[in-house]
């Protein structure tokens, strides 16, 4: 299986395995491989995999194969070929409106795919959304896709509550930062995080962080501090930077301290400001999504369990899926562990026991074409492409189209 997959470049690589760009010579098709050392599969691993691969879906990384060679667990995803959204967002230091808003409803659209399917993501940041560019269409412009499933949890149903404390700091809801093992709504969780990336879109900045004040107090301290701010609603908005009326609602309306008085998912689709410039078809691609039969060729659940349990020494393995029906081994809980932030700076996070991929290189979206009228923090030679957002329909030919790797293709 492995020869069938052509190395091209290294993205990353880490502690316990590495990512590559890959060739699959039998269809030409250019892919991302994530190769991780036999034996070190955990619970957390079975979990990704378990929920990504019921998520089908044009704004989310497809799940392609997960096979076993001699020495490694091989998971091979599709590509995405522009970086990140952080990438981005840091080149630009802040988008306009215009932009974020383009990027934010496919977040959405992709989150709500997520919560119908009953799997809160619990680490949604610009780091783990991707955007992919196909060239060869009349604009060529950028198409967010969801990644990163590692924290993810099934829920099931909406309003179902998890206990554990995961995330990254800067992104986490305040229920889960002040948890203790107590229940929470994953998926209200996951509409803060999503207004936090909002934020981060249009100010180019955290919400809740202070300038230098807290960098010589402990990390008990920051989160504390972080908390308050999050519970007086105490974020900074720039007069420098010109946003809507419209859009500050919204973005007030996701970060409310109290998960009930949180905006939910439903409400933030139906808001004004989420409506506009929507391409027609949108909410029907999602209901034909989730109505969209399994592939025939689609790798089943009970295939990849298999694979996992021949790859990992028995029982470090738990795998507790209520669509198999399957346990087997012992859990293996989560250790605290560090991430490096935007800036550099450590964020506390509750992880796997594991070293982070460290990316070696990225492609930054190219752009051609006209300025944007205000750009801010652009670099020269890299404009990114002025063009009418409203007259971009991304989703009228992705009805029933399921996972949607051409979701770009309906590009006028």
């Given amino acids: 299986m492995a020869a069938r997959f052509q190395k091209v470049k290294l993205l990353g690589q880490g502690g316990f395995g590495t990512v590559h760009v890959v060739i699959d010579i039998e269809t030409n098709r250019v892919l991302a491989m994530k190769t991780l050392k036999k034996g070190y599969p955990s619970k957390y691993v079975a979990d990704e995999l378990d929920n990504h691969q019921l998520l089908r879906h044009p704004h989310i990384v497809y799940c392609e194969e997960v096979f076993i060679d001699d020495t490694s667990l091989c998971i091979v995803m599709e590509y995405a070929n522009c970086g990140s959204l952080l990438d981005l967002v840091k080149l630009r230091r802040g988008l306009e409106e215009i932009y974020a808003r383009w990027f934010f409803q496919q977040l959405i659209l992709a989150l709500h795919f997520c919560h119908n399917r009953g799997i809160a993501h619990r680490d949604i940041k610009p780091e783990n959304l991707l955007l992919h560019i196909y060239e060869d269409l009349k604009y060529p412009v950028p198409i967010l896709k969801m990644c990163d499933f590692g924290l993810s949890k099934a829920v ?114 139906a808001h004004p400001w989420f409506k506009k410039d929507l391409p027609k078809g949108a909410h029907e691609m999602n209901t034909d999504c989730l109505n969209e039969p399994v592939p025939p060729k689609h790798q089943k659940l009970v295939e990849i369990i298999r694979l996992l349990r021949m790859g990992c020494p028995v029982g470090r393995l738990l795998i507790t899926n209520l669509r198999v029906g399957t346990t087997f081994g012992e859990e293996v809980p989560p250790e605290e562990g560090t991430l490096l932030g935007a800036a550099g700076r450590e964020e506390e996070v509750r992880k796997p026991p594991e070293q982070p991929i460290k990316v070696l290189s990225t492609q930054a979206p190219s752009r051609t074409g006209r300025r944007a009228s205000r750009q801010r923090g652009s670099q020269p030679g890299r404009p990114m492409t002025c063009m009418p957002f409203s007259s971009i329909n991304w989703c009228e030919s992705m009805r029933g189209a399921g996972r949607g790797r051409s979701i770009a293709f309906s590009v006028l």
């Fill in 156 to 269: 099931v149903l909406p309003g179902a509550s998890a206990k554990s404390c995961v995330g990254t700091v800067r992104y986490m809801a305040p229920e889960v930062l002040k948890n203790n093992e107590m229940d929470y709504d994953a998926m209200m969780a996951d509409v803060w995080s999503c207004g936090v990336v909002l934020y981060v879109m249009l100010y180019g900045r955290y919400p809740f962080d202070s300038k230098g004040a807290d960098r010589v107090i402990s990390k008990e301290q920051k989160v504390r501090r972080m908390l308050d701010r999050m519970k007086r609603e105490a974020y900074v908005l720039n007069p420098d930077v010109s946003v809507t009326d419209e859009c500050m609602n919204l973005l007030r309306g996701m970060l409310k301290p109290a998960p009930d008085q949180r905006l939910t998912i439903e409400k933030i689709m």
